[in-house]
């Protein structure tokens, strides 16, 4: 899709973060947006601006690990613009907890988001995209899909799955006219580590964190990106029709040290060290 101008973009986790810069990035290019989030308050305090400041947005409250909800999210757009040209399957949660401490509900609600949440809109919108015989799905995985720490554990087994989908899809979707992108950032500098706020009251979340937010921290001050800089790479990957977006030059160094890691057998090691 070279041309994005009066085309409608959906775009989940569109109050916060790369979502929401996103969206803006998208009005700028002439979009209408519909501005899907769990979080109500902030998704109108939000919409409500853009609107003012001229976009074309419509804000849909939904949780993406509800396919009842994500199919209603098609018929809201639908029944606002008509057709659906590019879905961003951007909103992902971090429960903080390493595998070994993290709760039966805890990897409900980060499958729940990460995974399935994908999984529904892909299968949701792409059904509709391919009878327009037009469209783009990017899907939000990030380096967390392709290399580890020991810190994420339910995250990173929730990313890797999406990098699984994202691949999956774009070969099934080839010749449809729909294309597919896989966004793997580093850190970018949002409120992913404030995750919990939308965590169901069963989780037992927030609770204290266990990731060394320290050091994450010390990293985001060096390597944290712009969510504006990471929406401008999104809709370049879109008009080239790109698979892989990969954000951060590190990414590509942990990708190469893993498939040695792979070639040679060998255990990876933390890359915080220790
Ligand atoms: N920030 C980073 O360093 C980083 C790096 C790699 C990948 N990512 C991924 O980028 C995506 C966007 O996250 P972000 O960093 O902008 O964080 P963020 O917390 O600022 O934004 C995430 C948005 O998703 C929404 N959301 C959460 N649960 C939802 C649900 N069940 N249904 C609908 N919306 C829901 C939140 O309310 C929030 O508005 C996520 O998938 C995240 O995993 C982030």
Not at 255 to 273: C, F, K, Q, V
Request: charged residues 20%; glycine residues 10%; proline residues 4%.
């Amino acid at each position: 899709m070279k041309e994005l101008n009066n085309k409608t973009a959906v775009i989940t986790g569109a109050a916060s973060g790369i979502g929401l810069a996103l969206t803006e990035r998208c009005i700028g290019e002439g979009m209408k947006v519909v501005m899907a989030d769990i979080e109500a308050p902030k998704l109108s305090l939000e919409a409500a601006r853009l609107r003012d400041a001229g976009g074309d947005v419509l804000d849909v409250v939904v949780d993406v690990a509800d396919d009842v909800q994500v199919e209603a999210l098609k018929d809201a757009a639908l029944g606002a613009y008509g057709a659906v040209h590019l879905l961003v399957n951007n909103a992902g949660v971090a429960s903080g907890r390493t595998h070994l401490r993290s709760r039966p509900a805890d990897l409900r609600w980060v499958m729940g988001v990460n995974v399935l949440g994908v999984a529904y809109g892909v299968s949701t919108f792409g059904r509709l995209m391919v009878e327009q015989g037009e469209g783009h799905i990017v899907n939000t995985a990030s380096e967390a899909g392709l290399s580890a720490t020991p810190f994420l554990g339910s995250y990173h087994t929730s990313k890797y799955a999406v990098v699984g989908l994202s691949e999956a899809l774009s070969m099934e979707l080839a010749g449809t006219g729909v294309g597919v992108s896989c966004l793997c950032p580093e850190l970018v500098d949002t409120k992913i580590f404030e995750s919990t706020r939308n965590a169901p009251a069963d989780t037992g979340l927030p609770m204290p964190p266990e990731i060394p937010i320290d050091q994450i921290e010390a990293m985001m001050g060096t390597t944290a990106m712009d969510p504006a800089d990471v929406a401008a790479d999104i809709i370049y990957a879109v008009k080239a029709n790109r698979f892989w977006i990969i954000t951060h030059q590190v990414t590509l160094d942990r990708i190469a040290t893993r498939n040695r890691d792979l070639e040679l057998g060998r255990a990876p090691r933390s890359p915080m060290g220790g």
